[in-house]
T-cell receptor, first 112, second 113 residues
Framework: AQSVTQPDIHITVSEGASLELRCNYS??????LFWYVQSPGQGLQLLLK??????LVQGIKGFEAEFKRSQSSFNLRKPSVHWSDAAEYFC??????????FGSGTKLNVKP | DVKVTQSSRYLVKRTGEKVFLECVQD?????MFWYRQDPGLGLRLIYF???????EKGDIPEGYSVSREKKERFSLILESASTNQTSMYLC????????????FGEGSRLTVL
């Protein structure tokens, strides 16, 4: 069965510190992988996506993610967090436009 | 830019009322989706549509129906709202392509009293 696991419900980091949000997936075929961000009261915005090729993908707002097939992981990273990064982050997997599976989300708090 | 507009950002309804949530997109995407978002559960697919008048059930269709009479508009209908349908509802669209991504509206927060 397809599933996405985000093991961290809440994470707090200090402004300027590095960030890594974890995502593990279970999917039968080669997945398409996504990270979305949701600010309070808003819809989801795509941060980055992986379809094929280079396993390290760059996204908007200075985020990057690395696809590791052997670990079934697609962790999101940022070298230096800004206060405006406080939001909820969702990992998603899919192999076509009709079926996406979302993780339960990780809420990021940023300490000044 | 893709624009996905959900007609109501906040609604308060009473148990048993009929509720319509509307979603309109301006990018000519074939595929439209309704998700429900609850804390700790992520996004769960209610229904999706890949063409006008076509619909398919998602993971949690019970208590919901949908309508897609025009390509740009996808409506979610709660025939008789219940308190357990209090939630954030998100509409999304995607083009028909080998590697599509979802484009989301800002969400409709429904409270059923």
């Amino acid at each position: 069965a397809q599933s996405v696991t985000q093991p961290d419900i809440h994470i707090t980091v200090s402004e300027g510190a590095s960030l890594e949000l974890r995502c593990n997936y279970s999917y039968g075929a080669t997945p398409y992988l996504f990270w979305y961000v949701q600010s309070p009261g808003q819809g989801l915005q795509l941060l980055l996506k992986y379809f094929s090729g280079d396993t390290l993908v760059q996204g908007i707002k200075g985020f990057e993610a690395e696809f590791k097939r052997s670990q079934s992981s697609f962790n999101l990273r940022k070298p230096s967090v800004h206060w405006s990064d406080a939001a909820e982050y969702f990992c998603a997997v899919g192999n076509n436009f009709n079926k996406f599976y979302f993780g339960s989300g990780t809420k990021l708090n940023v300490k000044p | 830019d893709v624009k996905v507009t959900q007609s109501s950002r906040y609604l308060v309804k009473r148990t048993g009322e009929k509720v319509f949530l509307e979603c309109v997109q301006d990018m000519d995407h074939e595929n439209m989706f309704w998700y429900r978002q609850d804390p700790g559960l992520g996004l769960r697919l209610i229904y999706f549509s890949y063409d006008v008048k076509m619909k398919e059930k998602g993971d949690i269709p019970e208590g919901y129906s949908v309508s897609r009479e025009k390509k740009e508009r996808f409506s979610l209908i709660l025939e008789s709202a219940s308190t357990n349908q209090t939630s954030m509802y998100l509409c999304a669209t995607a083009p028909t392509s080998a590697a599509g991504e979802l484009f989301f509206g800002e969400g409709s927060r429904l409270t059923v009293l």
